[in-house]
């Protein structure tokens, strides 16, 4: 008796691993709304919530802009990171079809602006360099590391 009862534990268990698992790929591999609707639900919605309005622990995705999602999640700085395994050269978790995926989703949801910036990096470095010593290196640190 015991034995039937570890026995379907189990398989409840590797069925369960195995639904975690297809989900997962299967969402790493398209870049439309519905894959980033997957990939909210298993990332994002513990501290967003699932119906993007926020919680405690994070605020509303509802009015957020396309281009802070990219920087977010492109940067690494989502999803969270525990703050006791904090690294100041974060690396994102998902690839830019997972990125777009989320984006997405999320844009879909938003009343957020959907506006994507150009950024021209063609430049002078040493007036950049120049300007943020004097003006931002104070509080973000010379190396920019906070």
Same mark, same amino acid.
């Given at each position: ?8 534990? &189990?398989?409840?268990? #590797? ?12 969402? #790493?591999?398209?870049?439309?709304? =519905? ?5 909210? #639900? ?6 967003? &919530? ?11 995705? @509802?009015?957020?802009? @396309? ?25 994102? !978790?998902?690839?830019?079809?997972? !990125?777009?995926?989320?984006? =997405? ?22 007036? &950049? ?18």
């Amino acid at each position: 008796m015991k034995v039937d009862r570890r026995f379907r534990r &189990g398989a409840c268990y #590797a069925l369960g691993l195995f639904f975690v698992l297809v989900t997962t790929v299967r969402a #790493a591999t398209g870049s439309d709304a =519905e894959t980033g609707k997957t990939l909210y #639900a298993i990332h994002c919605s513990s501290c967003h &919530g699932a119906t993007l309005y926020g919680s405690v622990n994070a605020p509303s995705l @509802r009015n957020v802009s @396309r281009a802070a999602l990219d920087f977010w999640l492109g940067t690494g700085r989502m999803p969270a990171h525990l703050p006791y395994a904090q690294d100041i050269h974060q690396r994102p !978790i998902f690839s830019p079809a997972q !990125i777009a995926s989320l984006t =997405e989703f999320v844009m879909s949801q938003s009343r957020g602006s959907t506006i994507m910036p150009h950024v021209d990096n063609t430049g002078d470095l040493v007036r &950049g360099r120049t300007l943020f010593i004097m003006n931002c290196a104070a509080c973000h640190g010379v190396t920019g590391s906070g």
